[in-house]
């Protein structure tokens, strides 16, 4: 069984465009994440979420939207997509909202705009 | 922020043991350190977690040495399939999300 799955693997869209990139973990954890990885591979994280409380990395634009129907489901939408959006997108979960606790990635989404 | 620097790539031999080491001289007292391991087109994997002295598991040993201003991964007689990027993770117990900072990780290539 996948703990964290991701759906699409794989995503091209025009600029302008909006899309949505779903997440869902299987291991009943309380904190899922959002982690943004460019072409040099520096993995940033975007957001993170804990029973209902959203911490956002202040870099991040506002066009980019995380959405939980549930606690095992953090979804990323992101408006007005840009050429720089470009990027391989993780969903991440662990236990707790603590660095100590091990984060579960997914496969990642490939996002490419064009 | 604890910021963390790793060597940018490391070659080694199947069967040799590797080394990657991590520096983070602005560690705080609360912060633990954390590998994770990332092949191609997957999501990063947790290795190995320690706070001081030594930690290890099945997959690695972590060395830290007493002013805890790095971090060396040892991987014992690495094999082909170990063959990814390393990352050095540097963040304490209770702190947000905003606090897990990668660094830009090791490329370990392991040659036949």
């Known amino acids: 069984d996948t703990a964290v799955s991701q759906t699409p693997k794989y995503l091209v869209t025009q600029m302008g465009n909006d899309k949505s990139i779903k997440c869902e973990q299987n291991?009943?954890?309380?904190?899922m994440y959002w982690y943004k990885q460019d072409s040099k591979k520096f993995l940033k994280i975007m957001f993170s979420?804990?029973?209902?409380?959203?911490?956002i990395n202040e870099t991040v634009p506002n066009r980019f939207s995380p959405k939980s129907p549930d606690k095992a489901h953090l979804n990323l939408h992101i408006n007005s997509l840009e050429l720089g959006d470009s990027a391989v997108y993780f969903c991440?979960?662990?236990?707790?909202?603590?660095?100590?606790?091990?984060?579960?990635f997914g496969p990642g989404t490939r996002l490419t705009v064009l | 922020l604890a910021k963390t620097t790793q060597p940018i790539s490391m070659d080694s031999y199947e069967g040799q043991e590797v080394n990657i080491t991590c520096s983070h001289n602005?560690?705080?007292?609360?912060?633990?350190i954390t590998w994770y391991q990332q092949f191609p087109s997957q999501g990063p994997r947790f290795i190995i977690q320690g706070y001081k002295t030594k930690v290890t598991n099945e997959v690695a040993s972590l060395f830290i040495p007493a002013d805890r201003k790095s971090s060396t991964l040892s991987l014992p007689r690495v094999s082909l399939s170990d063959t990814a990027v390393y990352y050095c993770l540097v963040g304490d117990r209770g702190a947000y999300g905003q606090n897990f900072v990668f660094g830009p990780g090791t490329r370990l290539s392991v040659l036949p």
């Open positions: 291991l009943g954890h309380d904190t």
């Open positions: 602005n560690i705080a007292t609360n912060d633990y």
């Open positions: 991440a979960s662990s236990q707790d909202l603590d660095s100590t606790d091990t984060q579960y």
């Open positions: 979420y804990n029973n209902k409380e959203l911490i």
